[in-house]
C-alpha cells in the first residue's frame, strides 16, 4: 500500500516530536537505525547520507565540544586543561543529544528525500491550504534533497570541465568553494523561474481551485493520522507533565 504523503508527514513529524519529548538514547538509536533502514530499501540512501552527514557532523561536534568541555554539572573528570574539563557527565550529556538531533533529522530527511512533490501540494490543496502556500511548504520540505541534486550537477558540469578533485579536506573544500558560486545562482535562478511559473497558473487568485492530480487516500490512512498527533500530543504533554513534577 502507498503511503499518503500525509501520512508520510505525520510518521515524520510524529517521530519527530516523540524522540525530542522522550530525550531516551535507546529510543534516538532505534530511530536512526529504522531510519536508515527505510532509507536502503527506498532507494535513497546514497542521496540522503551525505547530506545528513553535512548537517549533523558539524552539530555533533559543537554538542562534543560545548558539554564535554564545558558541562557545569560534571563530576567526574575525565581529562582537563585550566577551565577546560572533559567530564562523563558532559560527554554522556552530548552523545544523548546528538543522538537525539540525528534522530530528529533523519526523520525528517527520509521524508523529504521520499516524497513526491506534486503530490503533497495536491493533498494540502485538496485540504483547503491556499495554493501558494501549499508549493512553499512542499518546496521548504524538499529543499536539502533539491539543492543535494543540484550540487552534484554542478560538480560533474565542472568535473567534465577539467575540474580534479583531490583527495583530502583541504581539498575538497576548495572544490566546493568553486561549486558554491553557481549552485546559489542557479537556486536564485530557479526561484524566480517558479515564481513566474505560479503566477501564470494564479496560484494568488483568491476563490476555489480544482486540480488534475488526485492522490489517492484511505480511512485506514486518516485514522493512522489521527493516531500519529495524538501520540505526538500525548508525548509532549507528559514530558512538559514531568518536567512541571521535578520543579
Not at 78 to 91: F, I, K, N, S, Y
Not at 138 to 165: D, F, N, Y
Amino acid at each position: 500500500m502507498r503511503l499518503h504523503p500525509l501520512t508520510s508527514l505525520a510518521a515524520a513529524g510524529s517521530t519527530a516530536a516523540i524522540t525530542t519529548a522522550a530525550a531516551s538514547l535507546p529510543l534516538s538509536l532505534a530511530v536512526v537505525a529504522a531510519a536508515a533502514v527505510v532509507s536502503a530499501r527506498a532507494g535513497t540512501a546514497r542521496r540522503m547520507l551525505p547530506a545528513a552527514a553535512a548537517v549533523l557532523l558539524p552539530l555533533g561536534l559543537s554538542l562534543l565540544v560545548l558539554h564535554g568541555l564545558f558541562f557545569p554539572e560534571g563530576r567526574t573528570v575525565l581529562v582537563q586543561w585550566g577551565p577546560a574539563r572533559v567530564t562523563a557527565e558532559g560527554l554522556s550529556f552530548a552523545v544523548e543529544r546528538a543522538a537525539q538531533l540525528g534522530a530528529v533529522i533523519l526523520a525528517l530527511l527520509v521524508f523529504s528525500f521520499s516524497v513526491s512533490v506534486p503530490d503533497l501540494v495536491a493533498a494540502l490543496s485538496a485540504r483547503g491550504v491556499q495554493g501558494r502556500f501549499a508549493f512553499v511548504l512542499a518546496s521548504t520540505l524538499t529543499l536539502l534533497p533539491a539543492i543535494t541534486s543540484r550540487a552534484e550537477g554542478i560538480r560533474q558540469a565542472q568535473e567534465s570541465r577539467g575540474l580534479v578533485i583531490r583527495r583530502g579536506l583541504l581539498h575538497r573544500v576548495a572544490a566546493f568553494r568553486r561549486q558554491a558560486v553557481p549552485l546559489v545562482l542557479s537556486l536564485v535562478e530557479d526561484a524566480g523561474t517558479r515564481a513566474a511559473a505560479l503566477e501564470s497558473r494564479g496560484f494568488s487568485n483568491p476563490g476555489p481551485r480544482t486540480s488534475y492530480r488526485v492522490v489517492p487516500d484511505s480511512r485506514l490512512q486518516r485514522v493512522f493520522r489521527v493516531v500519529l498527533l495524538v501520540a505526538s500530543a500525548a508525548a509532549v504533554g507528559a514530558r512538559l507533565w514531568f518536567a512541571a513534577e521535578g520543579t
